[in-house]
């Protein structure tokens, strides 16, 4: 099959979507443009939980893959739809699908970072390994420092990266004081995100997502530390940027306990 036959199977696969995508700057063409929609869906589907959504948006990513093999952006956003999905599974209480896609991820992230390092792909690779201490805690002494050196790593490319501070910060959340970690230092880390954020304006199709999150994670600090107003500003903030993050709206804010 050549890359005009799977070219139009993509944009077939686009129009079929039962959501229509937002559109892409004109001036994208190729392997951009298809990553860029990608993102843009990955997003959208995050927002409203779901999970078919995501699954459809890899399936997009795969089809982009085979007429564009090995591009660095399309193997990211692959990475970052995995990590996506991962989190969803998660939160549905579904478990044994996590570890899969943890493992996939870590392939396509590293495929991606061999290919171009991105701040962005080292930081959501660190967060893969991070995560996968959960399944295998005897590795913990391996996965965490390369967990740690895939963040270091982030930090170098994107110093002033509002997502790499993002993961650092949900990192810090599930890492125990004695290892760097605690609600302290996330929040640090967090803050240091939101304040990214506000002079952030990546260019389509690079990564551009987190700019409602930081928020979300930030309100989850509050709670942590028993200070409900705090975390009620915080989740409201999230829903003045995006209105459509169901788990800010449906989840988190009714979980805030009133004095």
């Not at 390092?117 to 201490?133: C, D, F, K, N, Q």
């Not at 302290?184 to 987190?210: M, N, V």
């Not at 994670?217 to 169901?246: C, H, S």
């Amino acid at each position: 099959m050549n890359n005009k036959t799977l070219s139009l199977l993509i944009v077939s696969a686009l129009a079929i979507s039962h959501t229509a995508l937002a559109q892409a700057p004109s001036a994208l063409t190729g392997a951009t443009k298809w990553a860029d929609s990608a993102a843009r869906e990955i997003d959208a589907a995050t927002d409203a939980g779901d999970l078919t959504r995501l699954r459809s948006t890899k399936t997009l990513l795969d089809r982009a893959l085979v007429a564009f093999p090995n591009d660095p952006l399309l193997l990211h956003y692959k990475g970052y739809e995995l990590h996506r999905e991962a989190s969803l599974q998660e939160g549905l209480g579904h478990r044994a699908e996590v570890e899969p896609l943890l493992n996939e991820a870590r392939t396509v992230l590293e495929q991606s970072l061999a290919i171009r390092p991105m701040a962005e792909t080292h930081a959501l690779l660190s967060s893969v390994l991070g995560r996968s201490i959960g399944f295998h805690p005897i590795q913990a002494m391996v996965l965490g420092p390369e967990s740690g050196s895939q963040m270091t790593a982030a930090i170098s490319l994107g110093p002033d990266n509002p997502r790499v501070w993002l993961l650092r910060g949900i990192g810090a959340m599930y890492t125990p004081s004695q290892f760097g970690g605690g609600v302290a230092i996330a929040e640090k880390h967090l803050k240091k995100a939101a304040e990214l954020f506000q002079t952030d304006h990546p260019a389509p199709p690079a990564p551009s997502w987190g700019r409602a999150e930081v928020y979300a994670w930030l309100g989850q600090i509050y709670q942590k530390q028993d200070k409900p107003a705090d975390a009620v500003t915080a989740y409201n903030k999230a829903l003045e940027i995006d209105p459509d993050m169901r788990w800010v709206r449906y989840v988190l804010l009714p979980s805030v306990k009133p004095r």
